[in-house]
């Protein structure tokens, strides 16, 4: 008897749907102990887990430590962090850091409604308000110029370079963003041409970006942040109209 079925961190993940043939002989402990291809084992842990021959897990056990043992290190982290499982300790402790953050907040916020119904000194005095430039302020009687006055400040004796720095700031921050911007579309653009994303159809490019996403969050959670850096910008330029990715790009760039 054989399975058809689809490697989950060789074919599937890579992209390209690998099959393999599992023979009934080969869910035995000496074929798996002598068995050192990585491929033929995750299917064959995956058929034991799927229970179509029965449920073993003494079997299932062994093969998954022959196969870790087999793996890379690097394919290692990502199959312990697909298959990690939240234990009821782990649970009950969760919920027990939940419920005492749930206990402080609510201490300071019945601590900051209680000091709210006090008297406020400050609060209490008026507040001075400052004019808007240019209008007068109250109580200011205004004065005619005259031909005698020589104290009067004439327009050019104002220094208007300062009233604008955040302005000028601003401006002199803009076009490196500019740049910075037109840098990133060109980088995606060489990167579509590469990928030959033009040829491809609207389904074909939403798949592949899906893919490349979801490689890009196991990477992310295993702390691989260039894996993670790079499988989102690819995401990108199959489908840039997927604002969570641009989102999960930064917070790999972050990380970096």
Not at 11 to 20: A, Y
Not at 21 to 39: A, P, Q, T
Not at 83 to 99: G, P, T
Request: proline share 3%; aromatic share 6%; with cysteine.
């Amino acid at each position: 008897k054989y399975y058809r079925i689809m490697a989950e961190l060789g074919g599937l993940l890579s992209g390209n749907e690998v099959s393999k043939k599992i023979e009934i002989e080969m869910l035995d402990y000496e074929f798996i102990k002598g068995c050192s291809d990585v491929k033929l084992l995750t299917d064959i842990v995956s058929v034991l887990k799927s229970g179509k021959e029965g449920f073993y897990p003494d079997l299932i056990k062994f093969a998954e430590e022959k196969l870790l043992v087999c793996m890379p290190s690097k394919d290692k982290m990502k199959y312990l962090a697909m298959n990690h499982k939240v234990s009821v300790s782990e649970m009950q402790e969760a919920e027990a850091e939940i419920m005492k953050w749930q206990s402080e907040v609510s201490k300071v916020d019945a601590a900051i409604k209680h000091q709210g119904t006090k008297s406020n000194p400050i609060k209490d005095q008026p507040q001075k308000i400052i004019p808007v430039r240019g209008a007068k302020q109250q109580g200011e009687l205004e004065s005619k110029p005259t031909g005698s006055s020589k104290s009067s400040i004439s327009p050019k004796d104002v220094d208007h370079d300062n009233d604008h720095d955040g302005d000028i700031s601003f401006l002199s921050t803009a076009p490196h963003l500019a740049a910075l911007c037109k840098n990133q579309r060109k980088k995606i653009q060489m990167l579509q041409d590469k990928l030959d994303v033009e040829s491809l159809s609207t389904l074909q490019r939403t798949k592949k970006a899906n893919m490349e996403r979801i490689k890009g969050n196991e990477s992310f959670r295993t702390s691989e942040n260039e894996e993670a850096l790079r499988c989102y910008t690819t995401s990108i330029a199959y489908d840039c109209n997927n604002a969570v990715v641009f989102a999960n790009r930064a917070m790999a760039y972050i990380r970096l």
